[in-house]
């Protein structure tokens, strides 16, 4: 039986260790944190009781990945809002995503028909632009009409012209707010893209997150690959992978590297220009995070935005833009753009009868000592008055820290490298199979590689599939989870 060695149990590691174990292989995974997890663990980082998400938290990358509809999103108890996220505006304003997109137009006024526009044709054939954007670029797509669709409308709302697209405060000001996800300088054609994404998917499907927390992703992962002979060692750092008894590539036995890239040069038999490709991968900027636990609700002056678990907090687009292109310069807004999630206005396993959790992030540059708990506080009491009397306690995570977090997160960027359109094509080179590196047997499998950021696994499987193709095994989805 060949073996598989995965290092890193984020959701893309897992991914790929569930595919080879069923598919035959002796899996085990190395984590170097004593939990599991990555990017989707769950803590009580404030007070016993209040459970809190270490990185991302919503998961409509989860929900709508060919991986995941094929591993059983039934696995998990998923909270689907009608409310996928909001946008607080000053005076009391406030702009609702509503998973009916139809509801979402209807309320935006003027702006209604311009919104349909622009997501009705791409929610509606939502697998069309998860075929476009879910694995290499370097390929034909299996939906022309779509992608085509989806690449005028990135050229639109990536660009200037994004300025024309809604004449309401509240219209520009919801998409801005996330397609600033994206940590880039705006606006950007990678930004668009990524926020196309996530607002089709708004539409399509909703924005849900786990009952319970980020951390049910992985747990369930994680019993699928023990229920298939898998292992998984936490608290074992690989720092060096020459070090590393991995196995024999002759017999089959596979590497796969659920890291940031730069781990594979600690291999002894690198081609140097290989190397020389990983070295010029870049990283983006950072997340500055803080988590709240509170006495109540966040007491929003607009009473829709409490019904949301996502909200973008920061103004006008024009203040967003402004927030994250001083970031790209290399400084913090003095009014940031903020993300904050607040799982428990539906959830209430996230803290104890009548309190709740809030974690929010704003972004910041590489490495910055940047404690953000004062910007974000004085940012949500701006549309939520009295919030801050409603903090029980708090705790930060400066962009410089999130390493010791997770490893990958190189200066403190959580997506895995800088979603720019260069690295979407090139992430982290240009080929049609990047999950396959020249060292025989080995592997990436991180958001270092198509498709990039987000919760999905798809980097996982790519990875893993790639494996089974090496191996002349043609496996698909549906082979290894059966309906």
């Keep these: 039986m060949p073996r598989a060695t995965v290092i ?38 404030t007070l016993p009781g209040f459970v809190h998400d270490v990185c991302a938290a919503v998961h409509p990358a989860a929900y709508s990945s060919p991986f995941f509809r094929a591993f059983g999103r039934d696995r998990i108890d998923w909270i689907m809002p009608e409310a996928a996220y909001a946008h607080p505006l000053d005076g009391g304003r406030a702009a609702i995503a509503w998973r009916d997109g139809e509801r979402t137009a209807d309320a935006l006024g003027p702006d209604g028909r311009a ?23 370097l390929r034909l797509p299996r939906d022309p009409v779509t992608a085509a669709r989806f690449a005028l409308r990135m050229l639109e709302q990536g660009t200037p012209l994004a300025a024309r697209t809604f004449r309401t405060p509240e219209a520009a000001a919801l998409a801005a707010g996330v397609v600033a ?42 019993d699928d690959l023990r229920t298939h002979g898998g292992t998984i060692r936490a608290g074992v750092p690989v720092t060096d992978l020459s070090e590393l008894d991995w196995g024999t590539p002759d017999r089959g036995d596979v590497l796969l590297l659920n890291t940031a890239p730069r781990l594979v040069l600690t291999l002894p038999d690198v081609p140097p220009s290989y190397a020389r490709a990983i070295r010029a991968y870049r990283y983006g900027a950072a997340a500055a995070k803080v988590d709240f636990a509170l006495d109540g609700p966040v007491p929003w002056t607009h009473p829709e935005v409490a019904q949301a678990p996502t909200v973008h907090v920061g103004g006008t687009r024009e203040e967003i833009w402004a927030s994250e292109n001083a970031v790209a310069q290399g400084r913090v807004s003095e009014r940031p753009y903020v993300l904050a999630v607040q799982p428990s206005v539906l959830d209430d396993s996230r803290a104890p009868a009548g309190k709740h959790v809030l974690w929010a992030y704003i972004h910041a540059p590489a490495d910055a000592d940047v404690d953000a708990t004062a910007l974000v506080t004085a940012q949500i009491e701006r549309f939520a008055p009295g919030f801050r009397d409603r903090i029980l306690a708090h705790h930060a995570v400066r962009p410089r820290e999130r390493v010791r977090l ?20 090139a992430r982290p080179v240009l080929s049609r199979a990047p999950w396959r590196t020249p060292m025989r047997g080995v592997y990436l499998a991180s958001a270092a590689t198509p498709p990039g950021p987000g919760v999905n696994g798809m980097a996982g499987w790519h990875a893993a599939r790639t494996v089974l193709d090496d191996a002349g095994e043609r496996v698909g989805l549906a082979d290894l989870f059966p309906p």
């Design 8 to 45: 890193g149990s984020g959701p893309n590691g897992l991914a790929a260790a569930v595919s080879l174990a069923r598919a035959g292989y002796a899996v085990e995974v190395l984590e170097a944190s004593g939990t599991i997890g990555g990017g989707v663990r769950s803590e009580e980082s």
């Design 181 to 222: 996800h994206a940590n880039t300088a705006l606006p950007s054609l990678s930004a668009a893209a990524a926020g196309l994404l996530l607002m089709a998917q708004a539409h399509a499907g909703g924005w849900p997150f786990p009952r319970g927390g980020a951390q049910r992703i992985a747990d369930a992962l994680a």
């Design 115 to 137: 919104w349909r526009a622009l997501l009705r044709p791409l929610s509606s054939r939502l697998d069309g632009v998860l075929d476009l954007t879910g694995g290499s670029l």
């Design 406 to 425: 997770n490893p990958a997160e190189i200066g403190g960027d959580i997506f895995g490298g800088a979603f720019t359109m260069r690295q979407a094509m």
